[in-house]
């Protein structure tokens, strides 16, 4: 595997409204999304694993819920929370609870876990899920070691002001050309139709202006010059058991 480069295109917030649905299948089919992460708390959740389920090569895992933020008046305010995050007992039930949901829905355990605005990354919800993640054997974002994650294809600043610059076509191509590794790359995206009304979120318009770029045939152009491997973490867990026999 030396020198080789492998990439898996994962688009969060699937299940979490239709338009997202859409635009994550529609990245899917004639794009280069090839793994999702469901958010199973939201009512299009089952419209996704209907989706996921007829369409094996497209690999799931659970996007956690734990809330949202929105940064105004120089603080992150919550736009909705479900569980207070500094309670491990409320955070180990919740965990477990969208695991249960996840298998109810596609019948079967996720391909890998990350959470919504990276809130596995603090404690007590990171030792929760690293240890959830260690019993089933499966990656959990940025915290999986042989896995180089990449977030940088994102139209918002730390802030959530706009920044289009890094979810245009130039941004994925010089991504694609300069800065992947060797190894196994995850490249984060949020493709989708969102309409003003349609949700609560704080990421919107942007998602749309990533559809376009990840469906650009110029993508899939770069990706087959440069040798670039698109795969699945489905594909990265079958290495890794082949690995350990």
């Not at 080789?4 to 688009?11: F, R, W």
């Not at 694993?49 to 895992?61: C, D, K």
């Not at 919107?204 to 770029?213: G, I, Q």
Request: charged share 20%; aromatic share 8%.
């Amino acid at each position: 595997m030396s020198g080789e480069k492998y990439l898996i295109v994962n688009a969060d917030d699937f299940g979490q409204s239709p338009g997202i649905n859409r635009g994550i299948i529609e990245a899917h089919e004639h794009g280069i999304v090839r793994s999702a992460s469901l958010m199973t708390r939201w009512q299009a959740a089952g419209e996704a694993a209907n989706y996921a389920r007829e369409r094996p090569e497209l690999s799931v895992g659970l996007h956690l819920d734990l809330g949202e933020w929105v940064y105004r008046a120089e603080e992150w305010v919550p736009l909705y929370t479900v569980i207070p995050l500094d309670d491990p007992s409320a955070v180990e039930l919740e965990v477990s609870r969208q695991l249960e949901a996840f298998h109810h829905l596609l019948g079967k355990h996720p391909a890998h876990i990350n959470s919504h605005q990276h809130v596995h990354m603090r404690e007590p919800v990171r030792s929760i899920t690293l240890q959830v993640c260690q019993n089933l054997g499966i990656p959990l974002r940025n915290l999986s070691p042989e896995l180089h994650y990449f977030t940088r294809f994102y139209g918002q600043t730390v802030k959530g002001l706009p920044l289009p610059t890094h979810i245009s076509l130039e941004w994925l191509i010089e991504i694609l050309s300069t800065l992947l590794p060797a190894g196994w790359t995850v490249l984060s995206c949020h493709p989708g139709y969102v309409d003003q009304d349609d949700l609560n979120t704080m990421y919107r318009l942007e998602r749309y202006e990533e559809l376009k770029v990840l469906c650009n045939p110029r993508i899939k152009a770069v990706i087959d010059a440069l040798g670039i491997k698109l795969c699945s973490f489905d594909d990265w867990n079958s290495f890794k058991t082949k690995e350990a026999e």
